[in-house]
């Protein structure tokens, strides 16, 4: 998701014609357009924002011992774009975060792929690299508890979970076609954390039914 300058805010899925599922830390306000990638959408197709929703007990938080940067709690949000339309669109998971442990699950991500900085602007206005998949298991979380609830993934034994990117945030993370969670941080420890879609599924029905007139 790039915002009105050429840069790669973050990463997010289209769940119904008009309608972006992604994480809320990620709604700058510079935020104004979608762009779609894949083997779905011509290259290079943009949708316009029309309205950002954050969860409403969304709240970030500043530097810990833990994080680098911030740690955040409800971190999900919508996005109701202009109409993108397909045969079918991403589908949830109902199934309970805490019975997820174990599992093999897939991640996606629409960030950057280098760190040198011409490469970096070469990435932002070109738009060069597609979509990312990285694979690993649902573990159990060690971060603190005051970062509330989440599913946390680690690296299969033969498997290294490509490192988290500007860029990356808000993604999927996919079990059997499904989404399991949104791509909330990349912490200090071996591990990612993702904000559960079973938690949320009532808001998200409650949000999109409000606005099912909104165009």
């Not at 008009?18 to 357009?33: F, M």
Request: hydrophobic share 35%; glycine share 6%.
């Amino acid at each position: 998701m790039p915002n009105e300058f050429p840069h790669r805010v973050c990463t997010g899925t289209l769940i119904a014609k008009n309608w972006v599922l992604t994480a809320a830390h990620c709604l700058a306000q510079t935020l104004t357009r979608i762009r779609f990638e894949g083997s779905h959408f011509p290259p290079g197709q943009y949708s316009r924002i029309l309205k950002k929703i954050p969860h409403p007990a969304y709240r970030k938080y500043f530097r810990n011992e833990y994080f680098k940067h911030f740690y955040s709690v409800n971190d999900i949000s919508l996005l109701l774009v202009e109409v993108v339309h397909l045969k079918s669109y991403a589908k949830l998971a109902a199934v309970y975060y805490k019975k997820v442990l174990g599992l093999p699950v897939k991640c996606y991500s629409f960030g950057l792929t280098v760190i040198d900085k011409k490469e970096v602007l070469r990435e932002h206005n070109d738009g060069v690299n597609a979509v990312q998949e990285a694979e690993g298991n649902v573990v159990t979380c060690k971060n603190p508890d005051h970062w509330g609830p989440g599913i946390c993934t680690a690296p299969k034994c033969h498997y290294k979970f490509n490192n988290s990117m500007g860029g990356d945030t808000g993604g999927p993370l996919i079990y059997e076609d499904q989404i399991l969670g949104i791509s909330s941080i990349k912490t200090s420890l071996p591990m990612d954390r993702y904000t559960p879609i079973s938690l949320y599924l009532g808001w998200i029905t409650e949000i999109i039914k409000k606005n099912y007139n909104a165009l």
